[in-house]
């Protein structure tokens, strides 16, 4: 049985619907990272920040009032007619809501406490529903009116949205639901970002995924949602593979066994073989050790026949608990784009990794994209890969 992806919504730092991303996901020289100096103290940083105007939540809603949530409404809004044509006749207990997100709106946490350090009176109108992790599936619950509904968040670091859209996957696949909408949001917080600058794992300068003097990461926000049903379209969830290998808290394995495995799994899962791959978005954060491992893993895995392959957290920045969900986005997209593009990689390479195809300006155009793999490693070794096949016409 197959599971299909029928409709996407889509807001990041390139732009605050699918077409607009595409756009700039597609033109050289183009990304969404911007300069801040709020969020760490004394200290400029390279964020990813989604600078479009967000919709208003319903007043009667306003208890679920954050940014975060304000995201998931600008993703599902681009949805939300679609929904209605294959929710309708549907019982409300067989419409799921899988979510995920990394800060959920730890930002309006951080807010309210400082204000409140501050000397100001504490916010009437704050709820505790914006500092759960939670949050977000309860409100977009709450917003269709789908009382009966299992909704629930997963939240396993940079895996989690990626995970997200597979937990919906096995929900149909087990005549548990017959419609879900799946996918994630996270929102800038001064949490993260000065979590990853106590680890100095923050780039000085604009990421650059598997380039010689890549030095950390940026950080991003957005949010992407999927209405994931058996209703034949354009593009299904082949298959996903899924490992845990527990190597450390925060560093990668280097001997990548978790992230060959997820890969491998993948692929059998999917009925394919590594050289039907036509397209790997990377997880590539421009970590040393991290895009280290990673090539490793996808030597191991290809072999001599590496499909093309690029990072594009250089563009959005680390979307940590959306970044999966974003990036299977962007395989979605290039597999229904009528130019036949690819994201491009940035451009310097290191030596180390110059055997791998990545996608360059003189390469991306690929007329039959029918295979991708999208690659999400997280914290503690906590791996996932997913692959999108194109329905046969």
Not at 170 to 192: F, H, P, Q, W, Y
Not at 198 to 209: I, M, T
Not at 320 to 338: P, R
Not at 345 to 357: V, Y
Request: proline share 3%; with cysteine.
């Amino acid at each position: 049985m197959k599971v299909y992806l029928n409709s996407l919504g889509l807001i990041n730092p390139l732009g605050c619907d699918k077409d607009s991303v595409w756009q700039s996901l597609t033109s050289l020289g183009s990304n969404g990272l911007v300069i801040d100096r709020e969020l760490v103290p004394e200290k400029a940083v390279y964020v990813g920040k989604v600078l479009g105007a967000l919709v208003d939540l319903p007043v009667h809603l306003s208890r679920y009032n954050n940014r975060n949530n304000r995201l998931l409404l600008a993703a599902f809004k681009q949805i939300e007619s679609d929904y209605q044509l294959l929710a309708n006749g549907l019982a409300g207990n067989r419409i799921a809501i899988i979510l995920s997100t990394s800060t959920g709106a730890m930002d309006d946490a951080e807010k309210q406490l400082a204000d409140i350090i501050d000397g100001a009176d504490p916010d009437t109108e704050y709820h505790f529903l914006n500092q759960e992790i939670g949050g977000g599936d309860s409100f977009l619950a709450d917003y269709l009116n789908l009382t009966e509904s299992m909704h629930y968040t997963v939240s396993t670091a940079c895996s989690s949205s990626a995970k997200a859209l597979i937990a919906g996957k096995r929900l149909l696949e087990n005549d548990m639901a017959d419609l879900v909408i799946a996918g994630g949001a996270d929102s800038l917080c001064k949490l993260t970002l000065n979590g990853f600058n106590a680890l100095e794992s923050l780039s000085k300068e604009k990421c650059r995924p598997f380039a010689e003097d890549r030095d950390g990461i940026n950080i991003g926000e957005g949010a992407a949602l999927y209405l994931l049903s058996k209703q034949k379209s354009e593009v299904y969830l082949a298959g996903a593979g899924e490992t845990s290998d527990a190597y450390h808290m925060s560093a990668p394995d280097p001997e990548a066994k978790g992230a060959i495995d997820a890969m491998q799994q993948a692929v059998a899962r999917a009925g394919l073989t590594p050289e039907d791959i036509d397209y790997l978005n990377l997880h590539g954060t421009a970590t040393a050790k991290n895009d280290e491992m990673e090539a490793k893993a996808v030597q191991e895995v290809f072999q001599d026949n590496s499909p093309l392959i690029s990072s594009t957290k250089h563009l959005t920045g680390h979307m940590l608990g959306a970044a999966g969900v974003n990036e299977i986005a962007f395989c979605w997209l290039a597999m229904q784009s009528k130019d036949h593009l690819l994201p491009v990689n940035q451009p310097a390479i290191a030596a180390e990794f110059e055997s791998l195809n990545f996608v360059t300006p003189g390469n991306r155009k690929n007329a039959n994209i029918r295979h991708c793999m999208s690659n999400s490693f997280a914290f503690g070794g906590n791996n996932i890969s997913v692959i999108l096949s194109k329905e046969d016409s």
